[in-house]
């Protein structure tokens, strides 16, 4: 395991730690807008049923609407405004996973040179540890042009 490894394995973890707070922050948003469709939706089912009613013998009084429609616009007004909260922290949190993203692209990065390097390194010290007991310098010397490098030829 080379040194960036473990390195590389934190940013993952802080990588999908941050994804899913902005999954959830995604999900919140949708959640939101969702029940502000159905507060819409509601308010306009009975503003319709008011509506039929005035038309109607029995007349629900209009103070009695008014004082429903202004509950439900004010209803509407707090989910506007947590919703326009929730986009603002999905902002961040989006920010904060793609920073961690990055982190671990960069990791990776790192930890795959590593990795490069010491099996560089490896093939360099069991080549050195060949010649030191002349397997690689005989079996590679087969071939004329590496003796006549050495002079032997």
């Known amino acids: ?14 990588e999908e730690t941050a994804g899913q707070a902005f999954a959830r922050s995604l999900a ?5 807008r969702h029940r502000i469709v159905e507060l819409d939706r509601m308010s306009q089912e009975e503003q319709n049923a008011a509506k039929e009613a005035l038309a ?31 986009r603002q922290e999905s902002e961040a949190a989006r920010e904060v996973w793609r920073l ?16 490069l390097r010491l099996k560089l390194e490896q093939r360099r010290k069991e080549n050195k540890e060949m010649d030191q007991v002349g397997i690689y ?8 042009h590496h003796q006549a490098r050495r002079g032997t030829a």
Not at 1 to 14: G, Q, S, Y
Request: proline residues 4%.
């Open 1 to 14: 395991m080379n040194r960036f490894a473990r390195l590389e394995e934190l940013r993952r973890l802080k």
């Open 28 to 32: 919140q948003i949708e959640e939101l």
């Open 56 to 86: 109607g013998p029995q007349r629900p009084d209009p103070a009695l609407l008014a004082q429903f429609l202004m509950g439900q616009k004010w209803r509407r007004q707090r989910l506007e405004t947590a919703l326009g909260k929730a």
């Open 100 to 115: 961690a993203r990055m982190q671990l692209q960069q990791a990776e990065t790192l930890a795959e040179k590593e990795s």
């Open 137 to 144: 310098r005989s079996s590679h010397l087969q071939d004329g």
